[in-house]
């Protein structure tokens, strides 16, 4: 695991952590599991804040922070490395290789869902099997369902919080754990149900010339600059979608398992690659000029979690 997707495991189980101690893990404490995949940004920062967050956000994606002057005398970063795009599982000897190189994470498969009641996670955890609370690092039950291989998450103010290899997984976690809760006489309806929809991401070592992918692809290329700073592009006879922003920077969208967003991602490539519009200077490969930094693609990826009705795919 690289220090990227490090960074995206933990920055909310920290402030999770955070929460639980200054709420004493009462009926106040939010989800914050729940805003990495789909809270608005609104409840992250305050409204004042937000609205400057989302001003900087358009500047950073739209216009160069760096003088005219200034950016001409970068030098572009040359990529010390060749990949052959039209094909890059065909070799699995340097499939890891490869990933590396583009910087490809997977997600996993995540699954909410809040229910009309509270738990005791004391006594959850005394009474499911395979399950582990450790009240003084985490506020919540874990419980491992092998026949499923997922790891779900209960929180004290009825969340439930499921992980698993493929969406299906995630959902089946879900219902059975709602099934034992049942059994133990918990009386509950489900109130809100929702996923992530980010699969996957990775980095091409160049830019992408959007304007030019969408006049060739138009049937396939959605784009609107003034709402978003990516162009999304469907998969024929798929559900799933690619948001593609100009600095190479690309998130995978609502596949249902690996598998398919593996198949997906080798279709794409030689698509992008004939769009290739330079590469990278320091300043773009950092997010000045393009957005294209950690904080910036972790943004975007709450954004596009939060947005259940793809306004900022299609729109």
């Avoid at 500047?59 to 795009?85: C, G, K």
């Avoid at 006489?185 to 992408?208: E, H, M």
Wanted: aromatic share 10%.
């Amino acid at each position: 695991m690289n220090k990227n997707q490090e960074g995206q495991e933990t920055y909310f189980e920290e402030n999770v952590a955070k929460v639980c101690d200054e709420e004493n893990s009462s009926t106040k404490f939010a989800d914050m599991e729940l805003e990495e995949q789909t809270k608005p940004m609104e409840s992250i920062f305050g409204s004042a804040d937000f609205d400057s967050l989302q001003e900087k956000l358009l500047e950073m994606s739209l216009t160069p922070v760096e003088s005219a002057t200034e950016a001409a005398e970068e030098q572009p970063i040359i990529p010390d490395f060749d990949i052959d795009y039209d094909d890059i599982y065909e070799d699995a000897a340097k499939l890891d290789s490869i990933e590396k190189q583009l910087e490809l994470i997977y997600r996993p498969f995540i699954v909410f869902v809040t229910v009309d009641c509270h738990f005791s996670l004391s006594e959850l955890s005394a009474l499911l099997d395979d399950s582990r609370y450790e009240p003084t690092h985490y506020p919540a039950v874990f419980l491992h369902l092998r026949e499923f291989t997922a790891e779900v998450k209960l929180y004290a103010c009825g969340q439930i919080v499921a992980r698993a290899l493929t969406e299906q997984s995630a959902s089946d976690a879900v219902l059975q754990t709602i099934r034992l809760l049942h059994e133990l006489d918990y009386k509950l309806d489900i109130t809100d149900y929702c996923k992530n929809i980010v699969t996957a991401s990775f980095c091409l070592p160049f830019k992408i010339d959007l304007e030019m992918l969408g006049e060739m692809h138009g049937e396939m290329v959605s784009a609107n600059r003034e709402l978003r700073p990516f162009a999304t592009y469907k998969i024929e006879g798929s559900a799933i979608r690619f948001a593609i922003f100009p600095n190479g920077y690309v998130l995978a969208l609502h596949s249902l398992h690996h598998g398919e967003t593996r198949a997906a991602i080798a279709g794409i490539l030689p698509i992008l690659v004939q769009f290739k519009n330079g590469f990278l200077t320091p300043s773009e490969k950092l997010g000045s000029l393009c957005g294209g930094d950690v904080n910036f693609k972790l943004l975007w990826e709450y954004k596009l979690n939060a947005d259940k009705f793809g306004q900022l795919l299609y729109s």
